[in-house]
């Protein structure tokens, strides 16, 4: 079984987000750049499969800048046996990457593609939603457990107020929810060996897709600064407060 897996290139979890003066984006100067945390979790769970024998080969992918071969290289140290950058400079969006990760699925003849279920910068939650569409096949979304048995991958998903355990039939897409597993740290020898390990780079005019932007992004705000908190004495000024101040009871 092949498992393609997609890996996004965006700001650091860590890293205190700052809006550009003109408002036109996020300032991605001198920022600190990570593989997306959900896409770490699929990386995790793809590397699981493959030293359980149950994934005989993991393809990491990236849509993004020349800069993204270092979150190919750092999933190709979690395990990851070959990579794959599509070169593309400037915003990628959820259709453009969804019609990549296609073609790249179909090339390549995988059986699972896993991908975060949301990437933090653009928070779109549409990727794996759009690839499924495309590829005509089952997706499984908000996956907190995977198995695979024969044909068929059983997914444990993360509903509003419980779990829903879905099957699908092979080839599918499936997105990973937090509780999946916890993604481990590459150790430095793994990392020494991901420099040797295969990565291809191609553009996505030589897949025959156009992945110029569809959607215009009007203006990108701070959110609304926080007023600081009251110390209240008792129980009777809180409800009080809530009451004639706050008017929410
Ligand atoms: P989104 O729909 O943008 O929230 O992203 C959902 C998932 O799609 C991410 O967690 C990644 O697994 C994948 N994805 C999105 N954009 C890219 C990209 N440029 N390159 C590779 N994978 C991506």
Partial sequence: MKILVAVKRVVDANFRIRVKR???GVEL???KMAMNPFDEIAVEQAVRFKEAGVASEVVAVSVGPAKAEDTLRQALALGVDRAILVQHEGRTEP???????RALAEREAADLVLLGKQAIDDDANQTGQM???LMGRGQATFASGIEIAGETVRVTREVDGGLRVVDLTLPAVVTVDLRLNTPRFAALPAIMKARSKPLAKLTAAELGLDLSPRLT???????PQRQAGVMV???????DKLRHEAKVI
């Avoid at 004495?233 to 409800?239: G, I």
Wanted: hydrophobic letters at 50%.
């Fill in 22 to 24: 003109d408002g036109s």
């Fill in 29 to 31: 100067d001198n920022v």
């Fill in 95 to 101: 259709l453009g990457v969804a019609k990549v990760l």
């Fill in 131 to 133: 690839l499924a569409a």
């Fill in 217 to 223: 992004v009007l203006r990108t705000e701070e959110p």
């Fill in 233 to 239: 004495a008792t129980v009777t000024e809180l409800v």
